[in-house]
């Protein structure tokens, strides 16, 4: 089936960096609903991305294919311009147009050195599918 069909390459983390993982994702709304296995899955599935200042990780109005959860350094959130947030170590981002699929809702620009943990859509989708698969046995 293809909700089992998660492939990527693995990125190796140590404890603590799971445990600040697993802590922005308590955090969140939504992926504070995903169970204890799904949460293994994502934290064993994110891959990592090292940003430097001024780089423009999502812009606002296209297309989004990953969402993220910062592990170092800081970001500004901006739409048309104006500043909404600035986000730091163990925040989310990008999730909206992965849950809505909707167009980038905001610019989010690195400010210093950043490092993030991100998730691909499809990934993050087979993830999900796990527990609908299991709910659907249950029935
Ligand atoms: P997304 O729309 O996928 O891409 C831009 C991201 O910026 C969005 O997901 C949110 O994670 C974030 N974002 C959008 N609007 C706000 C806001 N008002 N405050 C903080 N973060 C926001």
């Known amino acids: ?25 308590q955090k969140n709304d939504f992926l504070s609903r ?19 200042p001024g780089d423009e990780i ?16 800081e970001l500004q959130v901006t739409q048309a311009g104006r500043i909404l947030r600035t986000l730091t170590s163990g925040d989310v981002f990008g999730e909206l147009a992965i849950l809505y699929n909707c167009k980038r809702t905001a610019t989010v620009k690195a400010v210093k050195a ?18 609908s698969k299991k709910k659907r046995e249950q029935l």
Not at 63 to 70: A, K, L, Q, R, T
């Open 1 to 25: 089936p293809d909700d089992m069909d998660i492939s990527t390459t693995r990125v190796k983390k140590t404890a603590s960096e799971k445990a600040q993982i697993i802590k922005a994702m």
């Open 34 to 52: 995903l169970d204890e296995e799904q949460i293994s899955m994502m934290v064993e599935l994110l891959t990592s991305l090292d940003c430097c």
């Open 58 to 73: 999502i812009k606002e109005g296209t297309e989004g294919d990953s969402m993220y959860i910062v592990a170092a350094g």
């Open 114 to 131: 950043v490092k993030l943990w991100c998730i691909e859509r499809q990934i993050y989708r087979s993830i999900m599918a796990i527990k």
